[in-house]
């Protein structure tokens, strides 16, 4: 039978903005321990103090009465893992930061990373695409929230170039260098047929450097789904990669999705030669086989019925990098299904396979291990509680061997399988205590009807660990337990 789901998540997970609420659900400039790490993909180290740090958001949480304002947090890393009682919340009703918590603003549906402002710690850009500016409904924000030496602090607003062009500014957001200059350049996404990026160097009173606009090859439907960055042809600049969706027929009913990666040059994008890809609803990029160029992993919850492509649970698709970029020919280093040799699982209808993917080396052996987000998995008579599965990385790609299912019936792992969890919604790999392997971090964005929460895994050298397993919600930050998908868009 087709799994029927709640209307803003389903839209989430299809209209990917992190990665990610996707960004939606999904995070979309997703870290890796491998090659990209000297390009993109800057680790989130919001105090400096050498322990990566992990953000996410609850977009949909009530903040001072107004429903669906958003909040976004940080809990930063330690020896020990992710630790809960070191951690930072901020809305736009907290001093410092520009603006003002409204209804349906959705602020953190997009989050990404970078040291914008070149002071030596990492910031983080937010995206609250339900902003209305001015008479502009729903125009759209993106605040810069600056690291420093005691955390996140204080914002600025990163300034819309066109917008009387287009709505929700910040629908997604990717960083990484683009042009190669030594400075973070910002990828924005927005409600139109085109992206834009803004070239750093970010200050703290608002400037910034020029504005490229990056359009897509096909008119999109509804805007972009999703975004990220990292390194497909080894030359130090960092590429965009997004996908779309477009009217499957010529009176615009139906959806195709459909993907699309620019690379960087010393000029910022090269848009006169966009490499067409699969499409998608997630994306991560990093080196899986260990050769210096990223991959790149689309997750494709749509299935046959819903987008005509697919398959029934969810696909994911793993493109090769390479001196040329991203290769995508008749045969991609990896088409994923849970029919798929050595993946965990059955392929059933509408188990959102893919539904967030992440890519980070969670043994130390130097190639990426891809994890995979099946939020609308059903276990035992627990409907759609949700798992993630992770697969190897190898010198040949992903490894047919190894994959594991972790969920929250995995002993070890926090918590209790219940339906409606979304256990996987979003996942990050990420290292959080610089032992050099990538640990894992999983949201549940619907555990407790809604209020959400996040696992946090440590990775070891026999890869994810349950041995020193934590769990937590907004009650462990002294925040009401309510409806506002706790743990969404993780970042690190």
């Not at 008119?219 to 600049?237: E, L, V």
Request: aromatic share 6%; net charge negative; charged share 20%.
């Amino acid at each position: 039978m087709h799994k029927r789901h709640p209307h803003h998540l389903r839209l989430a997970l299809a209209t990917a903005t992190a990665a990610a609420l996707t960004g939606g659900l999904l995070t979309f400039s997703a870290a890796t321990a491998t090659a990209a790490d000297s390009v993109r993909q800057y680790k989130a180290d919001f105090n400096g103090d050498g322990y990566g740090d992990v953000a996410f958001a609850a977009p949909y949480a009530t903040v001072d009465g107004k429903g669906m304002a958003g909040y976004v947090a940080v809990v930063y890393g330690s020896s020990t893992g992710l630790n809960p009682a070191k951690r930072t919340v901020v809305s736009q009703n907290t001093t410092g930061v520009p603006g003002t918590a409204e209804a349906e603003d959705y602020f953190g549906r997009a989050l990404t990373v970078a040291d914008l402002n070149g002071d030596g710690y990492t910031d983080l850009a937010v995206g609250a695409p339900g902003e209305d500016v001015g008479t502009d409904d729903d125009g759209g924000s993106v605040t810069a929230l600056w690291g420093s030496s005691g955390g996140l602090k204080n914002g600025t607003t990163v300034k819309d170039p066109a917008a009387s062009s287009h709505d929700e500014w910040g629908r997604g957001l990717a960083a990484g260098d683009f042009n190669g200059d030594g400075k973070a350049d910002l990828a924005v996404g927005t409600s139109s047929s085109h992206a834009y990026v803004v070239r750093g160097r970010f200050t703290t009173s608002g400037t910034t450097g020029s504005t490229q606009k990056i359009g897509l090859p096909d008119k999109a439907k509804y805007g972009i789904d999703a975004m990220a960055a990292g390194d497909t042809n080894g030359d130090k600049k960092a590429d965009l990669v997004l996908t779309y969706r477009t009217a499957l027929n010529s009176d615009g009913s139906g959806d195709w999705t459909k993907g699309v990666a620019y690379l960087g040059t010393t000029s910022g994008l090269e848009t006169s030669v966009p490499r067409p890809l699969n499409g998608g609803t997630s994306i991560a990029l990093g080196d899986i086989d260990g050769d210096g160029y990223d991959e790149i992993a689309l997750g494709n919850v749509f299935s046959k019925e819903d987008g005509h492509e697919g398959s029934p649970g969810g696909k994911v698709v793993v493109i090769r990098g390479s001196e040329g970029g991203p290769v995508n020919g008749d045969v991609p280093m990896a088409e994923l299904t849970q029919d798929s040799t050595g993946v965990p699982g059955t392929d059933e209808e509408g188990d959102g396979f893919g539904g967030s993917v992440s890519i980070g080396d969670t043994n130390g052996d130097g190639y990426g291990d891809l994890a995979i987000g099946v939020p609308f998995e059903d276990i035992g008579t627990a409907e759609d509680t949700g798992a993630t599965v992770l697969m190897n990385g190898s010198a040949s790609g992903v490894s047919r061997t190894g994959g594991r299912a972790l969920s929250q019936a995995t002993t070890g792992v926090p918590g209790t399988a219940e339906s409606m969890d979304y256990f996987g919604s979003d996942d990050l790999l990420s290292d959080v205590n610089k032992d050099g392997k990538a640990d894992f971090t999983i949201g549940a964005s619907f555990e407790d009807e809604g209020v959400g929460a996040v696992t946090a895994l440590l990775g070891s050298s026999g890869g994810v660990t349950t041995t020193g397993a934590r769990s937590f919600g907004p009650g462990a930050f002294g925040l009401s337990r309510t409806y506002g998908a706790f743990g969404t868009g993780l970042i690190g």
